[in-house]
């Protein structure tokens, strides 16, 4: 019996690599997102690379109404049912300091909508007694810096959000597994300069597959990046403070 | 759509471009894009020499249009985005039992580079070239976007090889051949010299069929090599080994005359005297290099030209005083390979016909030039053509004249392009967007 997979942020340059492994794995795939157009085509293609279904759905971050409709459709399909989180919105750090009210698209985009979302499938998650939820953080959510902290502190809670989750759904033989990507080769990053250990969507896909397998909890990829966060993290406060990384 | 500043160039490294490049990574950005700054597209950079290249200008990277779009199992035809890689298309379908009908040496060529290259396979003498498999492509061009088919002949036979001047390829419909599975039966056995290659070419009856040569090979050995012949099939072999990458830029002793000549001679031992048949992942048969990331580093930082030609049949002396041209200027890598071509072809400017066509990549160092110029008078005197995927160092009047229907491409290529907005490097180092 293959599993069915909910996709939050189903058309991101990173889901789609993910989204693309699980379909040659004949995995069924919901596939949510604002798109419908790129959901569709997206769709077709999981087919034709091996899903057993793939569906457009409505998603979007800042609607609520649109969640229930998601989870009912997922409840219908009996069998293990798994979610993967790869929401979420980087406006530029300057744009949201020149207007403040940017911080509230970014922070219910990156948490507290999936954090809504995941809240409200938590309950059939633990009624199967079987799952995985994989939910897409950032190292950004690791330490605030000046160049990214309200999109980092929006990914911090999110973390925190599935930290808790994990804890709860635990018990019910449920796992929750968090990913914390570096710099990835995605639209997002295109054209913006050098980054440094920056990885593929391919290769982030590879790395939340071998996590899944292994039951792990939280993921850094590429995997350098916790060692790097390690480092970063320790640097005390009042030098940490000065610096521009 | 954000422009990234890169430097970049082709699978030779021998050539290269810096400018600005965009990545679409849906069908309607494409088109959005293309509107608003028509710009050549590149693939995955397979070509060798500056057919992907334009430098202090912009260009399209294709490579995140890479969906499946349909597929018909009753009619075999596939509809795919054209930043879709063969090796891709080959590993999704060949479980299934289909192939695309020609694939070139490596899985990491794009649709869209298949096509505007017109490339060919190890079963050119059977199957033709790529593009006789296209049902229809959609080009987007100063006229929009455009469905082709070979239907509308002058501009299917313009795109076809057509170097992407006739606009950009968004999608493809491909007509797939059948395949018994995902693996290979390979026959190899040792060939002693030229003579008896050539017979064995000849009389090859085998789907797949093609042979490496040991370009340091002289006198009596001269045209050794290794006949594979290969059939697809059904059946379980080990998965094929995990890829390896080539970190830095080899020194440039690594591929030294002393080495190859050693390399070579174990290379050709390998198989044993009286040949063997070996069961092969699909993958590995068809891109054996694929398994090594960036092979191209081998030959260090100055990069590598790759020199292809084919010649008539009845030209074997050309082929063998070229071989000898080779051997004797001590520059030969191990990378050589023989193999005899059908009359397929589907565009003005394909680069099959029927021959014998010899591929031989030769380091970029003092004297490659002039090797592969001395190498390209001889392809010229037997009238056959240098294939323009690999080419680097040619001239205007030299492709002009192995390519007799140039005018007609030049002619299609001028309506569908009025400003020139697709030119690449290439078009303007062989002047074959220049009206006179």
Request: with cysteine; glycine share 10%; charged share 25%.
């Amino acid at each position: 019996m293959s599993d069915t997979w909910i996709i939050l942020g189903a058309t991101s340059s990173m889901a789609r690599s993910f989204i693309r492994d699980l379909a040659a794995q004949g995995d069924g795939l919901l596939l949510a997102g604002r798109n419908m157009a790129e959901l569709e085509s997206l769709a077709q293609d999981c087919k034709l690379r091996g899903a057993t279904m793939a569906e457009p759905l409505a998603f979007d971050a800042r609607d609520p109404s649109c969640f229930a409709a998601i989870i009912e459709r997922a409840a219908q399909d009996t069998g293990t049912l798994n979610a993967a989180v790869f929401v979420g919105s980087m406006p530029d750090q300057s744009e949201i300091d020149a207007d403040p009210a940017l911080v509230d698209g970014t922070v219910t985009d990156s948490f507290t909508g999936p954090a809504r979302f995941l809240q409200m499938l938590a309950p059939v998650l633990e009624d199967r007694g079987a799952g995985i939820v994989v939910g897409v953080g950032s190292v950004a959510g690791d330490r605030g810096r000046i160049g990214n902290y309200v999109y980092g502190a929006a990914k911090a809670g999110f973390a925190t959000y599935l930290s808790g989750l994990r804890n709860r759904l635990g018990r019910s033989g449920v796992h929750v597994m968090t990913v914390k990507p570096g710099p990835v080769d995605t639209a997002m990053t295109w054209g913006l300069g050098a980054m440094p250990f920056m990885t593929s969507p391919d290769a982030v896909s590879r790395d939340i597959l071998k996590g899944i397998r292994k039951k792990r909890n939280v993921v850094y990829t590429a995997g350098i990046w916790r060692l790097v966060m390690l480092v970063i993290r320790t640097i005390p406060e009042p030098i940490f403070k000065k610096m521009s990384i | 759509m954000r422009w990234k500043s890169a430097d970049y160039s082709g699978w030779g490294r021998a050539l290269r471009a810096s400018g600005e490049l965009a990545r679409p990574e849906s069908r309607s950005a494409l088109a959005a894009l293309l509107a608003d700054t028509p710009a050549p597209a590149i693939g995955n950079r397979r070509s060798y020499g500056d057919a992907c290249l334009n430098n202090d200008g912009k260009a399209i990277d294709m490579t995140r249009l890479d969906r499946f779009l349909d597929f018909n199992p009753e009619t075999g035809v596939l509809s795919v985005e054209a930043g879709l890689s063969l090796g891709e298309i080959t590993r999704i379908m060949a479980p299934r039992g289909w192939l695309p009908a020609v694939l070139p040496g490596t899985g990491f060529a794009t649709v869209g580079g298949a096509i505007a290259h017109d490339v060919h396979g190890k079963n050119h003498h059977g199957a033709g070239s790529f593009g006789q498999h296209v049902q229809a492509l959609t080009l987007i061009n100063a006229q929009g976007a455009v469905r082709v088919t070979p239907g509308d002949e002058a501009l299917f036979k313009a795109t076809m090889g057509g170097l992407g001047q006739t606009g950009a390829i968004a999608s493809a419909e491909l007509k797939l051949a059948r395949c018994k599975g995902d693996i290979v039966t390979v026959t190899e056995r040792r060939v002693e010299n030229l003579d008896e290659y050539l017979d064995l070419l000849d009389k090859s009856e085998a789907t797949y069929c093609v042979g490496w040569i040991d370009a340091t090979a002289r006198g009596a050995n001269l045209g050794r090599g290794i006949l594979e012949e290969a059939e697809t099939g059904a059946g379980l072999v080990p998965p094929a080994k995990s890829s390896k990458s080539i970190p830095v830029d080899a020194p440039g002793f690594a591929l030294s005359s002393a080495v190859v000549k050693l390399f070579n001679a174990a290379y050709f031992r390998r198989v044993p005297a009286r040949g063997r048949s070996v069961v092969k992942p699909i993958s590995d048969f068809f891109f054996p290099l694929d398994r090594i990331h960036d092979w191209n580093r081998l030959y260090g930082k100055r990069g590598f030209h790759q020199f292809q030609c084919v010649v008539p049949l009845a030209e074997t002396e050309a082929l063998r005083e070229m071989l000898s041209r080779i051997s004797d200027s001590g520059r030969a890598s191990p990378l050589a390979v023989l193999k005899r071509m059908g009359p397929g072809r589907a565009g003005y400017m394909s680069f099959p016909m029927e021959g014998y066509t010899l591929a031989v990549d030769i380091p970029n160092r003092d004297g490659a030039e002039r090797l592969i110029k001395q190498l390209e008078d001889i392809t010229a005197e037997a009238q056959g053509r240098i294939y323009l995927a690999k080419d680097s160092l040619s001239s205007r009047e030299r492709v002009r004249a192995m390519y007799p229907e140039y005018e007609l491409w030049a002619a299609e290529v001028a309506k569908a392009d009025p400003d020139g907005a697709f030119a690449t490097d290439m078009i303007r180092r062989l002047g074959l967007r220049d009206t006179a």
